[in-house]
């Protein structure tokens, strides 16, 4: 056993602990996120109806909630500073820092934003397009993080949380439009189609999380959806169904929605808090069992250098390994390969290393496919409202109808769109 | 302004940066394990003619070619030491690491190889099988080089150069087969088809190259192609084609096809060295670029902490950004927002380099497509030999006769065989 060799077997599974650490981090930024996104939708929700009802409604609730707001920033502000710009270790993924940066130029201004609505000085849609736009900023956050993951549970369990809050978002918008419209009494048929979409838009994303949600976590969400909240919204969404081009306010029935609605959202609040323990449960076990892989090599290494070199298997022997077409020997399946006395050798170590390692690449795979989906639709719908002038409403409906009409999935035509829009390189 | 935002403005170029500084590393050991893999080919042919000739041909050549082979040993061992056991930063890659440690464990029983060659104590088969074991795990250190580039067109020159080295790869493995086959006589039927497969993998790696390849680099190759060695290799092909099942011994004509086999694998090395040294500009100059980024954006934030705070455009109503559905405005084209005077604001900065930092990541898309399917291919085979016991050949003209059959790409055969026969997740 030559010693660089045995270093780099060391090197592999530190790199591996550094890379986990890291992701233990960035899950904890996650956290936090989630924590913050979760209180600026609450934010949003209560400026929307402060702002409709000039000033008259939800005065005192936007105040504690600007308390509650500004305490999960602070939080997530300070796990930022030590994270990133404190740490020893400088983060290698511009994509995040990027991400981070622009979620951040926004909260920077919600200051201003707050104090036009205390003075009554933006529209409800003013601003509640600008409470979205900051979320979306930090959503995207979330799913870069859920891109840098080198473990696949743990990527799984990034994509679930994310399309939990993606889930959770659309159920947001649906809110305050809907609230907006049965207050106003503007229950144009436009924003009856609005609502569907936005009804549909969570169907999409709440699949996506089921498909990577633990079994437990799906039974959750299950409850969550046959709970009386969601049931009453259920009745509702059908009654604005047919209320559709009609022009009666009904402030009333505003509030019940409003209030169906936001039990609904709580109770994925919830359910987003227990993903996010578990998530850190995930990691922190995680990078224990590979510290204590770690430990297991060295001491394995240890008691191989006291031994005379074996003349075992080698790379340039195993006939398990690829090289040459047409080789003769027939491969020996693995786990039956002759077992070095009286210690197995270097070379097992290292091929069990090396199936590990390739067998945890190919697990992120699947993890993968749904955060390249999800970016693919994000890029095919930011490029349509660029160069086909849409609002990202009409990108996403264009998008979904596409699909619907060449019976395939909304990712293969974002795809599509990406591949004819794409800016052409020189 | 705040402070930590443009913090992070620059910390997310200092990453791009690192990481291009990383991947101007990785090219360099990349050229370097190139250099290796061509004399390590050079080696394994001649210690071929050396062994079936029973030591009467070839022992001062295979001297010579142990001086250089072990010259290029030398050269990649240090730059791997100086990159990952000396560096200040660790490197934060398993699979490279793991990668290069197994390629290394064959290395470290190189010498044992040697001298069995040397005393005739090993066939033909058994030395060309070893080295070809070796040769791979070196390629497949590139192949994950290439996957952890960060840049476009870096990732681009990687695939490649991979599948350069591998078009070679698989003429040398040829050129073995077809020099014993002629030399011995023994131009079997399973011989004939198997130099048939080879060639087949020879165009479908070439294929690859040329669609990653330069114009430039895209000429070369067909200059080689139509080069006297690869047009005389030709004809030879066709009359082993002729000779199948035929048992006599042609020793002249195997060294003639061994000759001309010879000539058109180094015509191919010329442009493996061109195309590595190509790659070395390339990566300098990209990051020579990134870091003339940054202190554009250092003096620009300077200038602009020299200003009055600006109320100009921010995430917050910055309609181009995605946020809500069904918002009012319309988005306006990018480029067109309106100008801060007298100096670009902060937000234009930040949304200059996210946009760039999108595209860079949305163009490395294409390429990782050929590296995921590459090793969708190198996965499939391997699970086909380790659970259906074929040999490598075997496991790969499955692949390629299915494709063939439901007239679809190997790798779609690929992922379905892998989706099959993958270990069940516990």
């Not at 790379?315 to 077409?325: E, F, K, R, T």
């Amino acid at each position: 056993m030559n010693h660089p060799t045995a270093q780099f077997l060391l090197a592999a599974k530190q790199a591996e602990i550094k890379a986990l650490q890291q992701l233990s981090e960035t899950c904890l930024l996650v956290t936090r996120i989630s924590e913050l996104v979760h209180q600026l939708q609450r934010e949003r929700g209560i400026s929307n109806i402060f702002l409709a009802s000039g000033s008259e409604l939800f005065a005192l609730q936007r105040q504690q909630q600007l308390v509650h707001s500004t305490k999960a920033e602070q939080q997530l502000r300070s796990q930022l500073t030590a994270q990133y710009l404190q740490a020893t270790e400088s983060c290698n993924s511009s994509r995040l820092l990027s991400g981070v940066c622009l979620a951040l130029q926004g909260m920077d201004h919600l200051a201003e934003l707050r104090e036009q609505v205390g003075k009554q000085q933006c529209t409800a849609l003013q601003s509640t397009e600008a409470y979205s736009r900051l979320i979306a900023a930090w959503l995207a956050v979330v799913l870069e993080s859920a891109d840098l993951s080198c473990d696949a549970a743990i990527s799984r369990q990034l994509v679930a949380l994310f399309n939990l809050l993606q889930t959770k978002e659309y159920a947001g918008q649906e809110r305050a439009w809907g609230a907006m419209g049965l207050a106003s009494g503007q229950l144009s048929t436009e924003l009856a189609e609005r609502l569907l979409l936005l009804q549909q838009a969570q169907q999409h994303s709440s699949a996506v999380f089921l498909e990577f949600a633990t079994t437990e976590q799906q039974q959750q969400w299950h409850l969550l959806e046959q709970a009386t909240a969601a049931k009453q919204q259920q009745q509702l969404r059908a009654m604005i169904r047919q209320l559709a081009g009609t022009k009666a306010p009904v402030p009333a029935v505003s509030d019940l929605w409003y209030q169906f609605a936001t039990e609904r959202m709580d109770a994925m609040h919830l359910l987003q808090a227990e993903l996010t323990a578990q998530l850190q449960q995930l990691t922190s076990a995680t990078v224990d069992a590979a510290q204590q892989q770690l430990q297991h090599h060295q001491s394995k290494l240890t008691e191989l250098a006291g031994l005379p070199a074996s003349s075992g298997l080698t790379l340039l022997i195993d006939s398990s390994m690829p090289g040459l077409y047409g080789a003769s020997v027939l491969p020996q399946p693995v786990g039956e390969q002759s077992v070095q006395a009286p210690s197995r050798s270097f070379y097992q170590l290292l091929s069990e290393q090396s199936q590990h390692i390739r067998q945890m690449h190919a697990e992120l795979t699947d993890a993968r496919r749904a955060i390249t989906e999800q970016k693919l639709i994000d890029r095919a719908k930011l490029l349509l409202m660029q160069y086909k002038k849409l609002t990202e409403e009409q990108a996403y409906r264009q998008l979904q109808q596409s699909a619907m009409k060449q019976q395939c999935r909304i990712a293969e035509i974002a795809d599509a769109v990406v591949k004819a829009l794409k800016p052409v390189n020189t």
